[in-house]
């Protein structure tokens, strides 16, 4: 078989695919959790390509509710005002329709984000090592909880505390130093294997 036609096969399969997700979906959504750098929006657009489902940013939302980014709420106003709006704005895009959400790293802290997520979608947390996660955060300067002088212990300590959380996801999968298509057509086919079966045991319809 030739590359055209490989090539070929894939897109084949990633669309039939994609429509089993899209139809154990019924309207629902995709929920993309996990820590700072572990590629939540990019991962997200890719797998938006793939399935044909709008992407949305919650940090993007926040910042547009606001009308200031995210570090500067968090200078001004502190995190606990950050993550009450945050909390507000996941629930109304959630409310919005079907769509890829990724949401900020400490989203998913919030039990009753968390229910809501189960309850309007399917979660999948993105999981990362310290080394690629610091590789990856290194490259911005807008990451306000990583501001310390330590912020390789920060992050650990931040690993440390929400790991345990973030592993209540409905589905995991390696982010690692690979192109994002290799990981957006795993997440396809997690996503292909299990909704079923998640669909079923919540009585979706």
């Known amino acids: 078989m ?8 894939n ?9 089993t997700i899209r139809r154990s979906l019924n309207n629902r959504s995709i929920v993309l959790v996990g820590i700072m750098g572990v590629g939540k ?3 997200g657009k890719r797998l938006s390509q793939y399935l044909d489902i709008p ?3 919650a940090d993007k939302e926040i910042e547009k ?19 009450t709006g945050e909390k507000k704005v996941i629930r109304r895009l959630l409310d919005e329709g079907q769509k890829i959400l990724a949401t900020g790293g400490g989203a998913f802290m919030n039990e009753e984000t968390r229910d809501e997520i189960q309850e309007r979608g399917v979660s999948i947390w993105l999981k990362a090592d310290l080394d690629v996660l610091m590789k990856r ?15 390789e212990a920060t992050m650990k300590a931040l690993l440390d505390e929400r790991n345990p959380v973030y592993a209540l ?3 995991e999968i390696e982010s690692r130093t690979v192109s994002r ?8 086919d997690l996503l292909a294997e299990a909704l079923p079966d998640i669909a079923e045991a919540r009585g979706w319809k």
């Open 65 to 83: 509710a606001a009308g200031m980014s995210v570090t500067d709420i968090f200078d001004q106003f502190g995190e606990e005002a950050f993550r």
């Open 137 to 151: 955060v290194q490259r911005r300067s807008d990451r306000p909880l990583l501001k310390t002088e330590d912020p």
């Open 55 to 57: 992407f949305v940013d």
């Open 11 to 19: 897109r084949a399969v990633i669309a039939d695919r994609a429509s």
């Open 2 to 9: 030739n590359i055209a036609s490989s090539q070929e096969l």
């Open 41 to 43: 929006s990019t991962i």
């Open 169 to 171: 996801a409905d589905l």
């Open 181 to 188: 298509d290799v990981i957006a057509s795993e997440v396809v």
